[in-house]
């Protein structure tokens, strides 16, 4: 199963922290990307947070300091732990793997940040 699978989201309050998971496939290929992206009522789709094969990591500007990708490589599963959480990080959050020509997309989950 190439799609990911995302898990943790819910309800929280400002300040708060919360850890999402992105269960993916990714053991079977050299090269990928790891991106969470969000998307608010309304608005566009955002990357937040990106992690590759390498290692190499990058962050949405609004995000960064507060957010941390990760990966545990023995269980193919990649995190977003958030913390300080704002309501304007109120949004459902994607986890996209990127191999080859493809970008692979989760089924998303909430997150709601309450003031």
């Known amino acids: 199963q190439v799609q990911p699978v995302e898990s943790g989201g819910g309800l929280v309050q400002a300040g708060g922290s919360l850890r999402l998971s992105c269960a993916a496939s990714?053991?079977?290929?050299?090269?990928?990307?790891i991106g969470w992206y969000r998307q608010a009522p309304g608005k566009q789709r955002e990357l937040v947070a990106a992690?590759?094969?390498?290692?190499?990591?990058n962050y949405a500007g609004s995000v960064r300091g507060r957010f941390t990708i990760s990966r545990d490589n023995a269980k193919n599963t990649f995190y977003l732990q958030m913390n300080s959480l704002k309501p304007e990080d109120t949004a459902v959050y994607y986890c996209?793997?990127?191999?080859?020509?493809?970008?692979?997309w989760g089924q998303g989950t909430q997150i709601t940040v309450s003031s």
């Open positions: 992690i590759t094969s390498g290692g190499s990591t």
């Open positions: 996209a793997l990127t191999v080859g020509g493809g970008t692979y």
């Open positions: 990714t053991s079977i290929y050299s090269t990928y990307v």
